[in-house]
């Protein structure tokens, strides 16, 4: 089958590679229909994250079942699935908590000896406890399958940074960060009730974006410019709930400064760099909490997904470039000039 | 006026200040019947943090209303009272949400131009806000009296710190730090509910008091050995709620390590030293909140107080030994050489 390989940074590509399969009886192969690339796949493909030459990469798909093992009973072939970005047996004390992310069986699409999601189809172990079946006619539905795909991580990932934040029904919320996942945090803290959501972003079409997710205000600056307008914003106080959706010192250190005394930074941008921006001086004084990490999307599909079902929520906007299996490179290099937002693979 | 005074690193000394007065009408006067010195107050007397030469210090006292402003209505002339670390005008939306340590109106005692609390009287703004009165009667009981004045922030801080952590019923809870502070955090622990308290500490006087307070298990290894029996003690997975009340690199990262993944630490060690020890890849991969500041022990006194009344908590044994004012630069150099835990003042 054809999948995607990163050899080294910038070095990504499309190639050959053992047909996925049944290997365990709790195991599901899945045929990939669409899949994309994750703002955190730039981390590999600029060399910030280190990767084996020839690892698989890709950790975000839905498909239908084309084989599984003779102890999986909650999916059956054809069958169309959604798969959070990491596998997880779904019966331990973490998955019953909802912590699936932490859960000792579990692994990320695309490590060592995986097949990652950016390919024809995807060997997904523990299959019952990982993936989330989707109804067939979605399939027929190319809006929707769009942002059923958003489930996979990116929408997951918001909703978890907007936990994380404390949005409640009438919260102010800063959101830094204005790539997919930030993006996704607006519609999660615009879906969790919050009243005021100011979106930190100076590229239009993404800042258009998080208006129409529900963004109210928009804050063009960055540094202590972007500081002193979320504080001119919200009559000096900062914002209650703050979305961290980057990972880097900077933006760590810009949403620590603008997040209300009392009040909490929800971090899910993959921490990266030397330092953390994580100035503990200023958060003592003002008792802000961090409260985040790797977000646990499976545990919060099904709330999601019915969400997704109904029109409460449609994601799928943060999808702005389209490519085929073999332009996956292409891509990369389109997330990574900034010109796409976010690919979607149409298999 | 007898006052305590900082004037340089290990230079404490009693002095003749100005007579504490009413300055405002919201001010009221407290004579001063215990105080005492706090772990805190070590960082100045050692140089970390920096005090103005002449500044006054002390931050915990009780004593009698001796004066009162106009618009004082609260307390009255010969009321027993006890004094948060911090003032505050307890009408703010902060103080009204008990952030009272963010009021725009509060303030330190002992910062520049204030009354410190290790002196015969302190002029108290914001009285009404401030202060919490006493039963008339506890004045007759030491040890009482000795109860009441841990309310003035070791108590208020353990309970911060438990909170922070998420310490609920049933839970696991360890803790960094075998002062006054971390001993209270073992305290508030216990009386929230904790099952499992195991204390973190090589001082066995330090240590059997923590057994005293409800601690199930001690650790007296240090550094790496110390999580490796914590994890040990908790089947891998270290504490679900993990109280940190030192505030260096060393004590931070031993409570994020020791954490259990979707766990919080509580921190209200006062940060020093350049590095945080908040390891943000490890907070990540494991969910592990962090949570906590500067104790808003004002809004926490009023059940507090009523659980010191009432029996259903003690925590007078941290202050194992006492001095007059004229001894606290002895005081001082007691807890500085660890060879005291904490020290009361009796006036």
């Known amino acids: 089958m054809r999948a995607t390989v990163i050899h080294a940074p910038h070095d990504i590509r499309v190639e050959d590679v053992p047909d996925a399969s049944v290997q365990q009886p709790q195991d ?49 072939v054809g069958d169309l699935v959604v798969a959070p970005f990491t596998w997880s047996d779904g019966t331990c004390v973490y998955c019953l908590e909802g912590l699936n992310t932490s859960c000792a069986h579990g692994g990320f699409w695309g490590s060592p000896g995986s097949d990652g999601g950016q390919g024809e189809a995807v060997r997904v172990p523990y299959a019952d406890g990982t993936l989330v079946k989707l ?31 404390g949005v ?30 100011i979106a930190l972003g100076r590229h239009s079409a993404r800042t258009d974006l998080a208006k129409r997710f529900g963004a109210t205000d928009v804050v063009a ?10 504080r001119e914003l919200t009559g000096g106080a900062g914002a209650h709930a703050v979305i961290e959706a980057v990972g880097t010192e900077q ?39 961090l409260r985040g990490g790797v ?17 409460t929520i449609d994601p799928s906007p943060v999808f702005d470039r389209e490519v085929a299996l073999e332009e996956v490179p292409e891509g990369y290099r389109a997330m990574d000039d900034r010109s796409a937002l976010k690919v979607l693979i149409s298999l």
Not at 140 to 165: I, P, Q
Not at 221 to 230: I, L
Request: some cysteine; glycine content about 14%; proline content about 3%.
């Open 28 to 76: 599901a192969v899945v045929r990939v229909l669409r899949a994309c690339i994750c703002g955190s796949d730039l981390w590999a493909y600029r060399g910030a994250a280190k990767r084996l030459p020839g690892q698989r990469i890709g950790h975000e798909f839905l498909g239908v079942i084309e084989h599984i093992g003779s102890d999986v009973s909650s999916v059956r």
């Open 135 to 165: 109804p067939a006619d979605a399939a027929s539905d190319e809006r929707l399958l769009t942002a059923l795909l958003a489930l996979s991580d990116v929408m997951g990932t918001g909703h978890h940074a907007a936990l994380g934040a």
């Open 168 to 197: 409640a029904p009438g919260s102010t919320v800063a959101v830094v960060g204005d790539g997919a996942v930030g993006l996704c945090g607006v519609l999660a803290a615009k879906r969790l009730g919050a009243e005021r959501i």
């Open 221 to 230: 600056e960055r540094g202590e410019a972007a500081e002193s307008a979320v």
């Open 251 to 289: 933006s760590m250190r810009t949403a620590v400064n603008i997040t209300r005394d009392g009040g909490a930074v929800g971090y899910v941008g993959v921490p990266h760099g030397s330092g953390t921006g994580v100035d503990l001086g200023v958060m003592f004084s003002r008792n802000i909490t």
């Open 295 to 311: 977000a646990p999307v499976r545990a919060y599909l099904p709330e999601l997904l019915a969400d997704v079902l109904d029109g």
